[in-house]
């Protein structure tokens, strides 16, 4: 094994010239100082290997040592990293065994070798290869989930400086971070549990997922990208029947005030798209002052009693949406226009001429504007 080991080098260097002829992608990577470290690395390799070839310590020869393993493994992360697949690594695995069986095989043919010996030298060299190839490919399959992981972490921090409290340049930063490419707008969803994975299926890839947002509680927020004018239909179309409530697009750094109008918007029980209610929403963003206005626009119905007081807040109502129209009242009423006009007589003895005052008009529209 002396002789052969003496030639390590300069195999080393066969096998690195071989890859970068035969395996296009590492030309590049290969030359310079990086095909001296290969060139190291082929020869730690191939010395191992010959070292239990000769039996020493007693070991599998199939087995490559610790060393030898270890540098297949970060070899195999490296790739990861670099944006690669492993096809091109075993690929210079596969010329490697072969130059380096073809270099070794000479040389144990010169060392007097018989053909029994050399055959299962041969089966050492492919089973040594075989065990670095696997340990290339776990490498690789490791760094892929690690690097997986550290950039949902950073995709989900996004997700909460987006809806908190974070400062513009914060959130720039941790877009960086998470590599994540900056849309035009983002619009906030609120989706159950159980629908979360069925929806990201029809959504862009790069939709955000926060699970821990203030305010969620047994929901999750998705905050989707460039859902933004045609693109809305299709959103709410992929959304329909998922129990979610959609916010509007928003600048892409402004998200928080979408998902602040969907929290309330579920808070009410106002489904789907928000844009269908913003009435309701306008009206409803001061509870107690909504409160106070109707109390005081409904004063002149206090004496009555409270079913003559539903009745006529009801037809009220119905009246001041369709602009006086009796017949429409009555039709949204399912009465008779008999009995809207009886009723709006009794409004009226009520009011007075307030029901011609444009102030209490507006007052009144606004107070019934939201159902009690």
Do not use: C, N
């Amino acid at each position: 094994m002396s002789g052969i080991r003496a030639d390590l080098p300069r195999v080393a260097d066969d096998v690195v010239a071989a890859i970068i002829e035969e395996v296009p992608g590492y030309t590049d990577a290969f030359s310079g100082p990086m095909g001296e470290t290969i060139s190291s690395a082929v020869q730690i390799a191939l010395g191992g290997f010959l070292s239990l070839a000769s039996g020493r310590r007693g070991s599998d020869p199939r087995t490559p040592a610790a060393p030898a393993v270890e540098g297949a493994y970060q070899l195999g992360r490296g790739e990861a990293r670099s944006g690669r697949s492993t096809d091109a690594l075993l690929a210079a695995y596969r010329i490697g065994a072969r130059v380096s069986w073809q270099q070794m095989a000479s040389g144990a043919v010169r060392a007097g070798l018989d053909a029994d010996t050399l055959a299962s030298f041969a089966a050492l060299v492919f089973a040594y290869i075989d065990e670095l190839s696997a340990a290339s490919v776990a490498g690789h399959t490791d760094e892929l989930a690690s690097t997986g992981r550290v950039r949902q972490r950073h995709l989900e921090r996004l997700a909460q400086h987006l809806v908190g409290d974070s400062t513009p340049e914060q959130v720039v930063a941790a877009a960086e971070r998470a590599d994540w490419p900056q849309p035009a707008t983002l619009t906030a969803v609120i989706v159950p549990d159980s629908q979360v994975r069925p929806a990201l299926a029809s959504l862009p890839a790069a939709t955000l997922v926060a699970v821990e947002a203030p305010g969620l509680d047994g929901v999750v927020l998705l905050l989707v990208p460039d859902s933004h004018g045609r693109s809305r239909t299709a959103l709410l179309r992929t959304l329909r029947g998922r129990g979610a409530v959609v916010g509007p697009a928003r600048p892409w750094l402004e998200v928080r005030t979408s998902y602040r109008r969907a929290l309330r918007a579920r808070a009410l029980g106002l489904p789907d798209d928000t844009e269908r209610h913003l009435a309701t929403l306008v009206l409803t963003a001061d509870a107690d002052a909504l409160a106070d206005l109707r109390a005081r626009a409904l004063a002149p119905l206090a004496g009555l009693r409270p079913a003559t007081v539903e009745k006529l807040t009801e037809t009220l109502r119905a009246w001041l949406l369709h602009q006086g129209r009796r017949d429409d009242t009555a039709a949204a009423l399912f009465v008779h226009p008999q009995t809207v006009r009886y009723r709006m007589t009794q409004l009226r003895e009520a009011f007075g001429e307030g029901l011609e005052d444009p102030d209490t008009v507006l007052a009144l529209t606004l107070a019934l504007g939201v159902a009690p």
